[in-house]
Structures are given as structure tokens and as C-alpha cells.
């Protein structure tokens, strides 16, 4: 009865049946409508056939016209209608121009060196197109004197994430989708109040749907009497709006300046096995020390300004001074952003560029495997062209109808020859791609709608440092505790799982 009563309170269940309510009445308002009114009927008809007209024209993934048009056609008195208030971009005017205003502030306070970029065309020319790439459309460059560790699983990130932050001197940016109270959670606050009372200023941001369930109502003000600097980012509303759609996924730690931290790994003790959700559960993060620290430093004060006031405006460069000290010079490194509100799918084409590239191999982890053709082509096409394409997904799942919408895309990769593994541990968290071991990315991008269109996500770019030989060693020992999925399988599913998979798949893209 205490858990019941527990969830009927919850600020989630709360907010969801306002929503539900406002979606009920305005449903029950065009069924009225339509009982009542014959013209009223035909010029719904008319509206949704002007609808799929308007959504085919349009730019967007054909994924998501094709998610769209089903449901209009189907149901043509409701389906217009409904896309006219949820369909297409609801993201806010005022967030959006805020978030441009943000960028506009910061554009330009990171140069590239390009000196650099002919060292790369040297080197090798389609590297140095990627650099370019990532650096035009997400204005982070490229950098050397940065030494970068690969941390994986996260209790690997934990315990060096807490020695790094008891060395802060000046200033500690935190930003992370989830937080939890807990183990992992509590120590890290001991030390962030330590921190504050020696002077070092102190923000955290935390996504509020990623934390709607794992931390108490109002919880920032706990941080702010604490000395901490908060913000929640873009609040849940009890409205119906897609506002909510844009989250921010990013998990960024920046210390002084100098250190960063960015990965799969949120702030809860599912994530270093300190609770046991879903098995084993298996992460990736990245540590990085020196001048490509500063592009971290300005995604978290990005974020941090999104939504403040014209008059509020951050000094951003008192926080963007580059570093003296002299680090280990093995490669190159570039973290990069991805917005779901400049129209660039960043995350996806630098994933579909490594793809392209490769020459002998490309190994993936990925929690999730819900892929448009964009990216079922690029996998397809590098397969049956002779590359070794590797993918581990989980075995045991987070969520039953994501994991059943994972498996619905096996068939059709093994068939191309890509290889399918599952973690039978549990569950792997971690978002990592390493390619011929020179190329490879860690970061917050999961291999799903969600992250590739609709979060705030990040990811570091990285072109022969030694980061790339621990994760290609991480991820052949990861294969030792993987079942390998044959094609066999894919034919023996029964057919009724079949065809829930068949149809969850065309609305994919809208889940």
C-alpha cells in the first residue's frame, strides 16, 4: 500500500495525469465535433490530407514521415489535428531563441588551430574532412597538448572522478541527466560542500525529466542552502508540449578548467553496481587533462545560459583561459555537442563519417540499437564491403519495449554481415565506437532516435591517442562474456513478437 500510495504522489504521476486529462478533453472535443458535424468531418479529412501533403515535402527523416503518415491515415478525423499540435517542431520560441542567443554569445571563443588541421591533412586527408566537419557545425575544435584516459566500467570513472574533484582549486561544473541519492551521489555532494566552504564555486545542472523519479521535489534548493549553484534544466510543465522532448543527455564534469570528464555514467548507483537494476550494468567514460578541457568548459556554461535572462549574461571567458601546463601531446582530441535545435545531426554523421572510413574495422557499443536508414545503410553497406562491423547491445534490458525494438533491427544487419553481440552480464550503458585503431569516439550519443534528434548530447572525438587502444582492448574483452546472435535466431522468433516488433518499429521514431 506504501508503494502505491507512493507513486499516486509522485510528482511524475501527477504531471503525467494533468497531461493525460488535457490530451482526454481534447480528444473528447474533435470526437464531438465530428459526431455533430458532417462538414466538420470532411474538413478534418481535408486537413490531414493536406498534412501528409505538407510532411512528405518536408526535410525530416523519412523515418519520422513515415511514423506520421501511418497514424494520419489510419485514423484521418484525428491524425491531422493531432500533428498540428504535436507533430513537427513545438519546441518554444522563447527556448529557441534563447538557446540561439546562447550560441551567437559564444561563437567564436574557440579557435581553430590550423596548424593542426595541416598536420592532419598530412597525415591523413579524410580526418582532417571529419575535424572540419565537427568544428563547422559544432564551432569545437581540434587540440593537441590533452592527454585522454578511457574509464571503463564506472566504477573506474567513480573513484577517479572523486580524487579529481578533492584536487579543485577554483571551479567545478557538474552536468549530468541523472542524479540519485545514494552511495555514489552522496559521497560526490560530501566533497562538492567540502569544496564550497574552501571557496571554490560550485554548479551543478541536472535534467529535470532524468531526475523526476530519482531526486525529491525541489531538490535544488537543498544544493542552493548548501553554497551550490543550481540549475534544474527545461522543467517539466503539467502541459501538453513537446518542449519536454529536448533534454539535456550530456554528463560533463569540468574541474578548474583543466580536467573533464564526459561518458555514458550518470550519478546514480545503478551506475557502479552499487544497486543492482538489470544485471551487470557496464559504462564508458572519458577523463581528459589539459587544452581540450576548455570546449567541455563552454558546453556546460552553453547549457548553464540557456534559459537565463538577457540581463544575466555569463562572463564566459574568465572560465575559457587556455592551459599552460604541458601535457602529453599522443594524438588528437575533439569534443564536440550536438543541439536538436540547429537542424545538423552532428551526433550521426561524425558516427556515419568513422563508418565510411573505415578500412578494416569498426567496434560499437551501444544500449540501444534504433537506427534510421541513414545509419542502417552506412552499417550495411561498410559489412557487405568486407568490414569487420561489431555491435554489443544488452541482454538483459532497461526497458522491455526499447530492448524488443533493439532486436527488431538484427535481422536485417546480420543478414548485411554485421555482427550482433548481447552483454549477457546485463546491461551496457556505454556509447563507444573505435575504428582501425585510430579513430574512436566516447560519449553520451546512443544509437536511437532520442539522442540522435531530440536531446542535447555530447561525445569526444579522438584521432590516435592511447585512449583508443584501451577501448578497442575493453571491447574484444567485453566479446568474452557476449552471446553472439546468429541469423538462425532471427528466424525462429515466434510470430506474434515478430509483428509487435514490425509495428513498434514504424513509430520508432516518435517513442
Excluded at 18 to 30: K, S, V, W
Excluded at 211 to 239: A, D, M, R, W
Excluded at 241 to 255: A, P
Excluded at 386 to 410: C, F, M, N, Q, S
Amino acid at each position: 500500500m506504501k508503494q502505491i500510495l507512493k507513486v499516486l504522489f509522485s510528482r511524475l504521476f501527477i504531471v503525467g495525469l494533468l497531461i493525460l486529462i488535457q490530451a482526454i478533453i481534447l480528444g473528447i472535443g474533435i470526437w464531438k465535433l465530428t459526431n455533430y458535424f458532417v462538414y466538420m468531418y470532411i474538413l478534418f479529412t481535408i486537413i490531414s490530407i493536406a498534412v501528409v501533403i505538407y510532411i512528405l515535402n518536408k526535410k525530416d527523416n523519412p523515418s519520422y514521415k513515415l511514423a506520421w503518415t501511418i497514424p494520419i491515415l489510419l485514423f484521418p478525423i484525428f491524425g491531422g489535428l493531432f500533428y498540428l499540435v504535436f507533430g513537427g517542431d513545438k519546441t518554444s520560441k522563447a527556448f529557441k531563441k534563447s538557446v540561439k542567443r546562447t550560441y551567437e554569445d559564444t561563437k567564436g571563443f574557440l579557435i581553430q588551430n590550423e596548424e593542426l588541421i595541416k598536420q592532419l591533412q598530412e597525415k591523413d586527408k579524410n580526418i582532417a574532412k571529419q575535424v572540419k566537419y565537427i568544428y563547422n557545425y559544432s564551432s569545437f575544435p581540434m587540440y593537441k597538448n590533452t592527454k585522454a584516459q578511457y574509464l571503463s566500467p564506472g566504477e573506474n570513472f567513480f573513484n577517479v572522478l572523486k580524487d579529481e574533484l578533492k584536487k579543485a582549486k577554483y571551479f567545478i561544473f557538474m552536468e549530468y541527466f541523472i542524479i540519485e541519492e545514494g552511495v555514489m551521489w552522496d559521497s560526490i555532494l560530501d566533497i562538492l560542500v567540502e569544496k564550497v566552504n574552501e571557496g571554490v564555486e560550485v554548479r551543478v545542472l541536472y535534467d529535470d525529466a532524468g531526475c523526476i523519479q530519482t531526486l525529491p521535489y525541489k531538490y535544488h534548493e537543498k544544493l542552493q542552502s548548501l553554497g551550490i549553484q543550481v540549475i534544474v534544466f527545461n522543467e517539466i510543465q503539467p502541459k501538453l508540449s513537446l518542449k519536454m522532448n529536448n533534454r539535456d543527455h550530456k554528463k560533463i564534469t569540468v574541474i578548474d578548467g583543466v580536467v573533464g570528464f564526459t561518458g555514458g555514467a550518470n550519478l546514480a548507483d545503478e551506475y557502479i553496481n552499487a544497486v543492482v537494476k538489470h544485471g551487470q550494468w557496464k559504462d564508458a567514460s572519458i577523463l581528459l587533462k589539459g587544452d581540450a578541457v576548455t570546449s567541455l568548459t563552454l558546453m556546460f556554461l552553453q547549457s548553464w545560459n540557456f534559459d537565463r535572462l538577457e540581463k544575466n549574461r555569463e562572463d564566459y571567458k574568465r572560465y575559457l583561459v587556455r592551459i599552460p601546463d604541458k601535457f602529453n601531446n599522443e594524438g588528437y582530441v575533439q569534443p564536440y555537442a550536438d543541439s536538436p535545435l540547429d537542424e545538423e545531426t552532428v551526433g550521426e554523421n561524425v558516427y556515419i563519417n568513422m563508418i565510411n572510413q573505415a578500412k578494416e574495422y569498426v567496434y560499437i557499443n551501444t544500449p540501444y540499437l534504433i537506427i534510421d536508414n541513414e545509419l542502417m545503410t552506412a552499417l550495411t553497406l561498410a559489412a557487405k564491403s568486407g568490414i569487420d562491423i561489431r555491435i554489443v547491445t544488452p541482454h538483459i534490458a532497461d526497458k522491455w519495449y526499447v530492448h524488443l525494438l533493439t532486436r527488431a533491427y538484427y535481422q536485417q544487419l546480420i543478414e548485411a554481415g554485421v555482427k550482433i553481440y548481447e552483454y549477457t552480464p546485463g546491461f551496457i550503458h556505454s556509447k563507444t565506437f573505435v575504428v582501425d585503431d585510430e579513430i574512436g569516439v566516447v560519449g553520451t550519443i546512443n544509437l536511437d532516435f532520442r539522442s540522435l534528434y531530440l536531446h542535447f548530447e555530447c561525445g569526444v572525438f579522438m584521432y590516435k591517442t592511447l585512449a583508443i587502444g584501451e577501448i578497442k582492448q575493453d571491447f574484444l574483452e567485453t566479446l568474452e562474456v557476449c552471446l553472439p546472435i546468429t541469423l538462425e535466431e532471427c528466424h525462429n522468433v515466434k510470430w506474434y513478437t515478430r509483428l509487435m516488433r514490425s509495428v513498434i518499429r514504424c513509430f520508432a521514431p516518435l517513442m
